[in-house]
């Protein structure tokens, strides 16, 4: 047992904290960008928003319920200079949560990256550059 001077006594409170552990290989970074999806079995496409991205994946509001490993065709679009450019990726439902954003009725899923052509990846990437500065 520890031996305590008057000064040094314990406290009869508990600091707790939250420990969060990053699980993802590459930082996101936070932003709204409109899209159009997709799946890849189908033809009609439907818009959604990117909350956030990453050179791994993305964080998307679709209107739709979802399932996990639903495959989707993409195409991310963003402002390059003066001109309007897109990211075309394909990607899958990795997770999702069915809590709803504001009235809008929008799902937000975790989607991963599993085909983007190196021109869009490097887009991508200089995309989240100008973020982060």
Not at 41 to 63: H, M, Q
Not at 111 to 126: S, V, W
Request: charged residues 25%.
């Amino acid at each position: 047992m520890p031996n305590f001077t008057k000064n040094t006594q314990p406290s009869s409170q508990t600091k707790k904290g939250l420990l969060a552990v990053e699980r993802r290989k590459h930082p996101r970074f936070n932003v709204e960008l409109p899209l159009d999806y997709c799946r890849v079995d189908e033809k009609d496409l439907l818009g959604g928003i990117v909350a956030n991205a990453g050179e791994g994946g993305v964080l998307v509001y679709l209107p739709e319920r979802m399932e996990i490993g639903a495959v989707l065709k993409m195409e991310i679009f963003y402002v390059k200079g003066f001109q309007l450019d897109t990211i075309t990726a394909i990607a899958k439902v990795v997770w999702s949560d069915l809590a709803t954003r504001g009235t809008l009725g929008e799902h937000r899923y975790g989607l991963e990256f599993q085909y983007i052509e190196e021109k869009d990846y490097n887009n991508l990437l200089a995309l989240l550059k100008g973020i982060g500065n």
